[in-house]
């Protein structure tokens, strides 16, 4: 086995490399560089958190794991990271998890500038070592490691990673670090660190030591290393446009100025005229509202790279000439048996509203066109998702958990099934209802009913199937978080 020079960058690439094509199990046997002992069943035990990470730098690299706020490989400047990926059933790659790169103190200043940083140490030369984590497997130490390569952000992603810095070390410094979410920035996040909630939280000491807050560490998004493991460490299973295609565009404005810049200049014109504009068929359906905001942004695919990288979501907000919106908005398609065994910071709904933003492209309609009124970037508020969101969850798990009623009903349109899931009027800002317009019930004697498919339903705790369902956003409230401008 090569050894490495700790000077030398590529070496200690070059030296990981040798990781490639083995799983852990294999590298915990090799006879490496190492004078830590450590229990083989202790770095495969999924509930030690870097188990793996750990045996690597142990096992693999020949030093002890430690806190120092320097670089794994200070020398050479070289963090070191161990992290999952995963194979959709579509054949696609994405990050396994967020990538966590140093906790955030709470017990002395924060830095204002990223590149005064303890936390530049540690992003802006990283060694990642992906494996791919088969839940399959019934060992951690079975995975296989399929990269390791060296990673420094480009310089168009470094511009907005230093804006994300100050974001979150500003809300840090104001004593605000309990209302931080990943979803207020764009690559780099402050995601939460610890078990639970009430074991986590702590007094932010240095700036507001009578309010708590949660533990949290920078990291890169899940997200972004998504799109960093699927353009950098194994090209060529996604492609992307770029919305900024010249870096000096961020020396002026941030990335969320010019997209809004952008948008807003066609403030004004018809849906018609924008079609006409971009050389777009004018069909009417909902898709066509999206596609002309992608076409402002200078992009003709629907696959924008910084939206990839940040996790952000488009939606045309259509309202009537009475200012009301006549359509709630849909969020992705939720599974039963995963519902009942979440816990809230754990759940999908939570991560969802959590990581994500949204591009609202806000029309109003005048006589039979809808006119473009303007855009705006928006995340949930903090204290709206863990108090009203959260308690929609909650009333909407119960039932499923205890099990829903089926009800057959006789209406104008035939026969229904009605059931005893909250309604929308028992939730300010989210409900529950279907996510497909085929109908699929299989009841507890094996009846069947609706007019869909098997794939048009999902399985309940008891065994029962129903209608596949989402939660969505509800309509007034949406409309209650846009700036006025665009109401009027």
């Known amino acids: 086995m090569n050894t490495y020079d700790k000077n030398d960058a590529k070496s200690i690439e070059d030296y990981a490399q040798q990781l490639i094509g083995h799983t852990f199990r294999e590298v915990e046997s090799w006879d490496a560089p190492s004078q830590v002992q450590e229990d083989e069943a202790s770095y495969g035990n999924k509930s030690r958190k870097g188990g793996l990470g750990n045996l690597i730098e142990e096992k693999f690299f ?39 790169l140093t906790m955030i103190s709470y017990e002395k200043a924060i830095e204002s500038s990223l590149y005064q940083s303890h936390l530049w140490n540690k992003c802006k030369l990283i060694l990642l070592i992906y494996y791919l984590r088969d839940k399959a497997l019934p060992n951690n130490l079975d995975y296989r490691i399929h990269f390791a390569q060296l990673f420094t952000p480009p310089d168009e992603d470094l511009k907005i990673i230093e804006s994300d810095y100050k974001t979150i070390a500003d809300k840090v410094a104001a004593g605000r670090a309990h209302e931080l979410s990943e979803s207020d920035t764009m690559y780099l996040g402050a995601c939460t660190k610890g078990a639970t909630a009430e074991k986590s939280t702590v007094p932010q000491a240095y700036y507001a030591p009578d309010i708590k807050a949660r533990k949290r560490a920078f990291c890169y998004k ?47 014109k018809t849906d018609k005229e924008l079609c006409r504009i971009f050389d777009r068929e004018y069909n009417n359906n909902k898709a066509q509202w999206i596609d002309l905001t992608y076409r ?12 990839a990288k940040a996790q952000i979501v488009v939606k045309a907000i259509r309202l009537e000439e009475n200012g009301h919106m006549r359509e709630n908005s849909p969020l992705p398609a939720l599974k039963f048996k995963d519902l009942v065994s979440e816990a809230w910071e754990d759940s999908e709904l939570f991560t969802y509203f959590d990581e994500t933003k949204f591009l609202f492209t806000v029309y109003r309609k005048v006589g039979e066109e809808y006119v473009l009124k303007g855009a705006q970037i928006w995340n949930m508020p903090y204290d709206d998702l863990n108090t009203t969101v959260k308690k929609g969850w909650e009333n909407i798990r ?53 007019k869909g498919r098997l794939s048009d339903s999902d399985e309940l705790p008891d065994g029962r199937r129903m209608t596949k369902q989402s939660f969505w956003l509800n309509n007034e409230y949406i409309v209650s978080q846009l700036e006025d401008k665009l109401k009027k």
Do not use: C, W
């Not at 070191?80 to 998890?97: D, M, Y």
């Not at 279907?434 to 299989?442: A, G, I, K, N």
């Open 62 to 100: 020949g030093y002890k794991v430690n806190s120092d706020e320097r670089a794994d490989f200070p020398e050479a400047g070289v963090e070191l990271k161990v992290s999952p990926f995963e194979k959709t059933q579509k054949g696609a790659l994405r990050a396994g998890e967020r990538l966590v």
């Open 222 to 268: 899940n997200s972004y290393m998504t799109y960093v493991l699927n353009t950098y460490i194994a090209p060529g299973k996604e492609e992307y446009e770029k919305i900024i295609t010249d870096s000096n565009e961020l020396k002026e404005k941030t990335f969320e100025e010019v997209i809004l810049s952008r948008i807003n200049k066609y403030a004004g």
């Open 296 to 307: 402002m942004l200078g992009i003709k695919s629907n696959k924008a790279e910084e939206f």
């Open 398 to 450: 119960n039932v499923v958990k205890e099990g829903i009623e089926f009800y057959k009903t006789e209406t104008g349109k035939g026969l229904v099934i009605k059931n005893n899931l909250p309604k929308k009027n028992d939730n300010e800002i989210i409900h529950i209802r279907p996510h497909t317009q085929q109908t699929y019930y299989v009841f507890e004697d094996g009846e069947v009913f609706g």
